[in-house]
């Protein structure tokens, strides 16, 4: 059984390009959670995605949008790219309802850096 | 909103020897605590996880961490190390009211042989 996978592993953009990256989550979860984590911090919540809605969102600008299917992947799209921009970016799949109580299990990432 | 604090940047530990990590966390209400574990190239891995009950708990890979909540604490522990234990360790904090963790800046442990 596959985890959680993510496209690209790596990625360079320049400033003011946009990235999108992708995102399958653990066979039987329905929810799907990313994060950024810049360098020598810890991941910081951007936005959570169930039933192809956006349910929660970080304190991240409107730069950062989000997408799921209908079979729960999801893609995180970064416009108008910044140097800050540059990070880890992970992925978390779970059931709704059960993220604390099921195991949350997290992605490689997809390592950004912008130009 | 909660958050977590991670006082210790870096640590280093002979293999064999006991470790204790820090972390503290702000919140208003009993919180969710996690611990998590980073390799290299890898993606977070859950340790071990407090939602109520016994104030002490267990983990995968030896580990084991306490609640204490008049300090707003929950240090993990292992009693002895194996080099295999090189990582970036993440304190995190959930609340009962939303699905997103709050996670500490990390602590990288480094054993030495």
């Known amino acids: 059984d596959a985890g959680v996978t993510q496209s690209p592993t790596h990625l360079i953009k320049t400033r003011g390009q946009q990235v999108t990256l992708r995102c399958s989550p653990k066979s039987g979860h329905d929810t799907v959670s990313w994060y950024q984590q810049a360098l020598g911090q810890g991941p910081q919540f951007i936005f959570q995605?169930?039933?192809?809605?956006?349910?929660q969102r970080g304190n991240f600008p409107d730069r950062f949008s989000g997408h799921q299917f209908p079979n729960y992947s999801s893609e995180l799209n970064v416009n108008a790219l910044l140097l800050g921009d540059s990070a880890l970016y992970l992925c978390?799949?779970?059931?709704?309802?059960?993220?604390?109580?099921?195991?949350?299990?997290f992605g490689p990432g997809t390592r950004l850096l912008v130009l | 909103a909660q958050s977590v604090t991670q006082p210790d940047i870096h640590i280093t530990v002979s293999e064999g020897a006991s470790l204790e990590l820090r972390c503290n966390y702000s919140?208003?209400?009993?919180?969710?605590l996690f611990w998590y574990v980073q390799s290299p190239g890898q993606g977070l891995q859950l340790l071990l996880k407090?939602?109520?009950?016994?104030?002490l708990v267990q983990g995968i890979k030896g580990f084991e961490a306490e609640f204490k909540r008049s300090q707003s604490s929950f240090n993990l522990r292992k009693p002895s190390v194996h080099w295999s234990d090189a990582a970036e360790y993440f304190c995190a904090v959930g609340a009962r009211s939303d699905y997103k963790l709050s996670f500490g800046a990390g602590t990288t442990v480094t054993v030495r042989a």
């Open positions: 919140y208003g209400a009993t919180p969710y």
């Open positions: 978390a799949s779970s059931l709704w309802g059960q993220v604390y109580q099921e195991t949350q299990y």
């Open positions: 407090y939602f109520s009950g016994d104030t």
């Open positions: 995605y169930y039933e192809e809605e956006e349910r």
